[in-house]
């Protein structure tokens, strides 16, 4: 790569870039070690403190092995202001460092894209989406300082990257602005048979729905959980994933789930237990209200699941006719199409025949890399 083209990065809004914490820090990683191995030089500055579900998550982050710097921020590890301390400490970060652009993710964050902008930065902003829409997860003051955020990027970002067409039309009806639609890509994995989720739980393949995501009150468990309770069948459902300053909300859901013996809470999951889910899952569901971008949806798809959503736009973007979908907050129909899908094998294996030929083919994460690299080089 010539000089002149080598482009000095800098990524902040993540928790910690490359681990399974949420969906940004995925993106980030993906991004990150594909922009270094093409010779870029790229930061990542990571907020301090432990993984979001426990200490005992903790991984050292293998993202330096790929040539990316990882430096970590100071950051006040109480809800409501871990983002916006590490934000500003990334931002005073990349402002005075010697970086051609700085690649915010998620609105929160971007309260602090004018910082980097003033030092005369390209300042590029992701929007995964409209966080303060996530009424139940934040508190009043939270939302607004997300919203405040929200403003900034339209104020100050030389770029706003969005992930669905429906978060593109809002920033174009809102405030005018224009933003660019640019996807997140997926992997194609290694189908593993059932061992670790045999030997933990009893599940053996095929023998079980799943739900993996984080447990918040848009991915809407809720409405699985009263629908599946309801259904007559002998498989399990597997909530996975853990809670996200949500943990009130997550006792909520156990307590719901509490007398039938056919559901499982693994808690967080990663590396071959989360592989081992996805490989071996019967359905996969995602009953959300809101979404960004679904990477678990596009993960479970390029799995070869068969998958039931909610029919928000930015699932069924996802899926198109390759998944079944339900209407958004129907318990009722929920049940309904879970039930079907569960006496009728066949429906089951016709979707998973086209699930990850599909999605591998549409969503690729070196197809991503190139456009967001055209809009650092613009």
Known sequence: MEEQKVLRLAFFGQKRAGSKE??????????????????????CFDRSGHHVSGKEFDVKNIL?????????????????????????????????????????????????????????KRVIVTVHGLDHQRGDKWGSFARKYILFGEKMAVKYADEIIVLSKGVQDYFQRVYGRKAVFISNGVN?????????????????????????ARLVPEKGLQYLLQAFKQINTDKKLVIAGGSSDTEAFAQKMKDLAAGDSRIIFTGFVQGQMLNELYSNAYVYCLPSDLEGMPLSLLEAMSYGNCCLVSDIAECTEVVDDKAVVFKKGN????KEKLQQLFNHPEEVIYYKSMAADFICQKYNWDDVVKKTLSLYKK
Not at 68 to 75: A, L, M, R
């Open 22 to 43: 949420g969906g940004v820090e995925v993106v980030v990683g993906e991004l990150s070690t594909r922009m270094a191995r093409l010779g870029h030089q790229v930061t």
């Open 64 to 120: 330096e092995c790929d040539g990316v710097k990882v430096k970590s921020v100071p950051t006040i590890n109480r809800k409501g202001f871990a983002a916006a301390s590490s934000s500003f400490f990334a931002a005073l970060a990349s402002a005075f460092g010697k970086f051609n652009v700085v690649h915010i993710h998620a609105e929160g964050p971007a309260a602090m894209c004018w910082l980097p902008k003033l030092f005369g």
């Open 188 to 212: 194609t994995p290694k189908i593993v048979p059932a061992n670790l989720i045999t030997k933990e739980y009893g599940l053996r393949g095929e023998d079980y729905a799943l739900f993996l």
């Open 331 to 334: 318990i009722t129909n929920l």
